[in-house]
């Protein structure tokens, strides 16, 4: 009986300090592991969506503002530079494999890069989106910093493509195993490189998931679009917004 008040004034003082939203994250992740642990890791139980939408639950069901959340979750957030630069052990050691097939992975960067732009410029104006708005998707196929420092470049909206970038690499951790299936690609390091080039962090971790050979080139996929995002995107949008 005594265990109840006790949890009660844990939940008060942890309320009280930004350790809620890191406790909230790391609750709400672990559950979502577990759930695409049971589903037999399925690309369709994505743990990052699962996750994202239980913190939304239950931000809108305590009232808690998202900056109040983000306060304790910085610190998880903090350590997305760390855990990028992680990604280089793994690809280290596929360097002697990445030699011998650098040229196709050159043009493959190159066409994957341009279409992500192209292709979502194209489409926002196609449904009718405003210039503003397909200025802050073009670079949606980039790590989440690179692309928020592109679409303010470029004078679209970062808040806007930080959404869109999230969005974009949970759509591809979930559809790229059935596409690479439908189309054939049974190559561990074809379907790693281009998952990480579509769908930046969120794609390369279920890549990693598969296999450390996939999730390495999939991190040299993302490392290698952000860098080429950057330098494609002031180029192409101006351009496919004449085009569009």
């Known amino acids: ?22 406790t909230l994250t790391l609750c709400a992740y672990t559950i979502a592991q577990a759930i695409n642990a049971r589903c037999r890791m399925s690309p369709l139980a994505n743990p990052v969506a699962i996750a994202i939408a239980l ?4 931000l809108a069901l305590t009232g808690m503002s998202y900056q109040e959340y983000f306060a304790g979750a910085q610190f998880v957030h903090f350590l997305l530079g760390p855990a990028t630069v992680a990604l280089a052990i793994p690809l280290a050691r596929q360097v002697p494999t990445i030699r011998r097939v650098f040229v196709p992975l050159f043009f493959g960067l190159l066409a994957g890069s341009a279409c992500a732009i192209l292709s979502a410029v194209a489409l926002v104006m196609a449904l009718g989106g405003s210039e503003l708005l397909a200025v802050s998707a073009a670079p949606k196929s980039a790590t989440t910093p690179i692309a928020m420092a592109v ?27 059935f596409l690479f299936n439908w189309m054939g690609i049974g190559s561990p390091r074809v379907r790693g490189f281009a998952l990480g080039v579509a769908s930046h962090g969120i794609g390369t971790a279920r890549a990693f998931q598969v296999s450390p050979e996939m999730g390495a080139f999939a991190g040299l996929g ?3 679009n952000a860098v080429l995002t950057a330098l494609l995107a002031p180029w192409l949008v101006p351009l496919a917004l004449r085009l569009f």
Request: zero cysteines; proline letters at 4%; aromatic letters at 8%.
């Open 1 to 22: 009986m005594t265990e109840l008040p006790e949890i009660g004034a844990f939940w008060v003082y942890l309320a009280a300090t930004p350790l809620v939203g890191l």
């Open 55 to 58: 913190v939304a639950l239950a």
């Open 151 to 177: 679409a303010e470049r470029l004078g679209g909206m970062s808040a806007v493509t930080a959404a869109l970038v999230v969005g974009t690499g949970v759509f591809g951790a979930v559809v790229a195993r």
């Open 222 to 224: 993302m490392g290698l």
